[in-house]
C-alpha cells in the first residue's frame, strides 16, 4: 500500500495541475488520504470511463484537473 501512495505522489506532483498550485494546496493535495482517493479515481476511471466517472464524481475541482490530466496524457493515439 504504501509503495502505491508513494507511486500517485510522484505521478501526481509531475502534473500540470500540481506544479502550478501554492505550496498550501500542494500540501493538500500531497495528504495520503487525497491521494488514495485520486488513485481510486484514476482506477475507476480506466473501468468505466471518464464521461461516467465525471457524471458521478464528487472530487474537489483540483483532485479533478489533476485525474482529467492523467487521464489524457495515458491515452494513445490510433491511425
Known sequence: MRNKI???RRTVQKTDVYQKSDS???SIISTRQNLD???KSLLYVQQNGIKIWEDITQNNHRNAEII???HIKDL???F
Open 6 to 8: 508513494k507511486k500517485i
Open 24 to 26: 498550501v494546496h500542494k
Open 37 to 39: 482517493a485520486i488513485g
Open 68 to 70: 482529467r490530466e492523467l
Open 76 to 78: 494513445e493515439v490510433n
